[in-house]
Nanobody, 116 residues
Framework: VQLVESGGGLVQPGGSLRLSCAAAGFTFSSYAMSWYRQAPGKERELGASIYSDGGSTNYAESVKGRFTIARDNAATTVYLQMNSLKPEDTAVYYC??????????WGQGTQVTVSS
């Protein structure tokens, strides 16, 4: 099983980034997908989730209206479009595939830094 995040980097406040998470080795279309983030000295927190059919999404209040999660089951990839970025969005971003409580896979993370 592989989950490989990409698209992180350094961006100025107010800017945008699109993260990708490419999946392999499991039945992607059967899993919900989520993006988490972890800032230095803080716990990992859930940012956004999308369910297996792509029809249902939910967002943390801190990112609602600025971030959009999407998935392409044919390409086995999940995306996170991040707009209007703020310094407090600086974190390592992780994708997670999950089906129930115990059937989960994590990626290795990609760094996002928002700074002028």
């Amino acid at each position: 099983v592989q989950l490989v995040e990409s698209g992180g980097g350094l961006v100025q406040p107010g800017g945008s980034l699109r993260l990708s998470c490419a999946a392999a080795g499991f039945t992607f279309s059967s899993y919900a997908m989520s993006w988490y983030r972890q800032a230095p000295g803080k716990e990992r927190e859930l940012g956004a989730s999308i369910y297996s059919d792509g029809g249902s999404t939910n967002y943390a209040e801190s990112v609602k209206g600025r971030f959009t999660i999407a998935r392409d089951n044919a390409a086995t990839t999940v995306y996170l479009q991040m707009n209007s970025l703020k310094p407090e969005d600086t974190a390592v971003y992780y994708c997670k595939a999950w089906r129930g409580l115990w059937d989960t896979y994590w990626g290795q993370g990609t760094q996002v830094t928002v700074s002028s």
